[in-house]
C-alpha cells in the first residue's frame, strides 16, 4: 500500500439544498491509521465517508488524499476502495469474478490479474473459494469477498460503510478482528463508520464522535471512554448515570469529594477542574463503576441502595438500582456473585476510575 496516503479535511462542509450535512469539519487520518467514525443516524458521518470516495463532493473546504487534493475529483479519479454494507456482490459471477471485477479495466494481462488475485483471496482466508457464488458463501465469506475485491486494487485508503451490521453478534466480533488484523498486515488507511460504539472501541486507532454534522470529539478509545469532553460523548461511548451533586475539597490535596443532598458518594482523585470546587456540577458514572460490597464491609463513602431490577445475561447482571439519597442508577456486575433479589438492599461503592466529571 501507498506510503502517503493520509487523508485531511480542511473547513469541509456538504449542503443538500438547504440543510447542512456536515459543517465545516477539519481532521486528519495519518497514514496506516484506522479512523472510526462514529455517531447517531443524520450526524454526517456517512456523508463524510462519501466525500473521501468522491461519491459526493463538498460543497466547501478542501480534501487531501495522499498530499493531493481531491476535492473536486470524483470517485474514478481516487485510488480509493469501499467496503459497502451490503456487500454490492453480483449474484451471477464467482468469487474470482468478483474480485477480478475491480481490475479488469486496470490490466490487459489475464494471468497477472489471476495471481493478484489469488495472492488476496489468501490474505483475507477466502482459499479454495474461487469458483463458488455468493449464494454459497457464509456472510462473513461474503464480507471478506467485498474487502478482497476493495484491496485488490491497491487504493490508498481503504473505506467501510457499516460493514458487520448484516451479521449476528458473534460473527461481528470475528469479521471486526478480521479486518483490524488485516488493515494492520497491509498498513492501509482505513476509515470506518458505524454507529455501534463497541465496533468502534474494538477495532479504531482513533474514533472521531460526530452529532449533528459536527465532530464534538476525537480521540483514542481509551481517552473519550475515560475523559470525555461533553455530556453527549459520556453517554454515547458506553452508557453512563448522570448524577448532579457538589464538589469540595477534601483534606488531601490530590483529591476532592463528590456529594449528593450532603451525602458523599466517592472521592475524585483526578480532579483537574479546580473551579468546579463548591459548584453545582454533573458526574456521568459507568454501570461498571458501581460495586457491590459484601454485607458486613461497609466502606468509606459507599452507601446503601434498593434493587428495582436485576436481569440474568450470563457473563454479568444487569441492575436497576435506586441510591439511598434518592437517585435510580444504572449498574452491571461482572463478578460471578448470585444475582441479588430484586426488592432487596445492597451496600454499593462507587469507583472514581468510572467517573467524569463536566
Known sequence: ?????????????????????????????????????LGPSGCGK???????????????????????????VYAAGRSVGMVFQSYALFPHMTVMQNICFGLSDKS?????????????????????????????LSGGQQQRVAIARSIVTNPKVLLFDEPLSNLDAKLRRQVRGDIRDLQQELGVTAIYVTHDQEEALAISDEIIVMKDGNIDQKGSP???????????????????????????????????????????????????????????????????????????SAEDNSFTAKVLSAVYMGSYVEYMIEAEWGAQLFMIDYSFNEPCEVGSSIQVKIDHRGVSIL
Open 1 to 37: 500500500m501507498s506510503t502517503n496516503s493520509g487523508v485531511v479535511f480542511k473547513n469541509v462542509s456538504k449542503l443538500f439544498d438547504d440543510f447542512s450535512a456536515v459543517d465545516n469539519i477539519s481532521f486528519e487520518v495519518k497514514s496506516g491509521q484506522l479512523i472510526t467514525l
Open 46 to 72: 456517512t456523508t463524510t465517508l462519501r466525500m473521501i470516495a468522491g461519491l459526493e463532493l463538498p460543497t466547501s473546504g478542501q480534501i487531501f488524499i495522499g498530499g493531493e487534493d481531491v476535492s473536486n
Open 108 to 136: 490487459k494481462d489475464k494471468a497477472e490479474t489471476l495471481d493478484k488475485a489469488h495472492v488476496v483471496m489468501r490474505t483475507v482466508g477466502l482459499k479454495n473459494l474461487e469458483h463458488r457464488y455468493p449464494s454459497e
Open 222 to 296: 481509551k481517552a473519550l471512554y475515560q475523559y470525555p469532553e461533553s455530556p453527549f460523548v459520556a453517554n454515547f461511548i458506553g452508557e453512563a448515570n448522570k448524577v448532579t451533586g457538589q464538589l469540595a475539597p477534601s483534606e488531601k490535596d490530590s483529591e476532592a469529594l463528590f456529594s449528593v443532598n450532603g451525602k458523599t458518594i466517592f472521592s475524585y482523585a483526578k480532579l483537574k477542574q479546580a473551579d468546579l470546587l463548591n459548584k453545582s456540577c454533573d458526574a456521568f458514572i459507568r454501570p461498571n463503576a458501581i460495586v457491590i460490597l459484601d454485607e458486613a
